[in-house]
């Protein structure tokens, strides 16, 4: 007769979640921001969250599945707003709570752009979990407000769309101007909006 007992490392170990899950996710975004994604380890986690490494190693496989959802948590993709209007679904997008108008996510994003050269497994999860949803929120603003009339129809919007962000992280990185909201909306009114509205003759 066969034993029932499950095997060990089987999918019967008790899995990281709700408030302790957060926790070491946290611990790992601060891991992230004091040392970047090169020198992150699970072991300093796990050191930072109070936990053993086999804990960590019940959710995450490697640290590019930990820093990932640490990322989703820190700044995940804003809820896509429909206000009838371009520049109130930009306002509403990116001058909310989670907009980019937050330090401490340009200061973790920094910490990750060498990875994001170096690592191409990491560079390729970043891409798809993370500014995916982003570029998918940004990329229905823009159809919806083509599909409205209020926008040029011949606007390239895989083109246009990341000029927001663009011009908001050229600023903090070049200038060490860290956006805020103010910033944010002047740059959608003063070019974003006149860019995408001016019809060509």
Known sequence: MMSSLPLPGHASRPRVEGDREREILEAALAVLSEVGYDRLTMDAVAKRAKASKATL????????????????????????????????????????????????????????????????????????????????????????AKARGEIRADIEVDLFAPALAGICLHRAFMLGEIPDQELVSRIIDQLIVPAATNHRS
Not at 93 to 108: D, F, K, N, R, V
């Open 57 to 144: 190693y019940r959710r995450w496989e490697a640290k590019v599945s930990l820093v990932i959802d640490a990322l989703l948590l820190q700044k995940p993709a804003p809820a896509t707003p429909d206000t009838g209007s371009f520049r109130d679904d930009l306002i509403a997008a990116y001058c909310g709570p989670e907009g980019m108008i937050q330090p401490q996510a340009l200061a973790i994003f920094s910490s990750v752009l060498t990875a994001i050269q170096r690592d191409p497994e990491f560079a390729a999860e970043f891409r798809t979990k993370v500014i995916g949803p982003k570029v998918a929120v940004s990329h229905e603003i823009y159809e919806r």
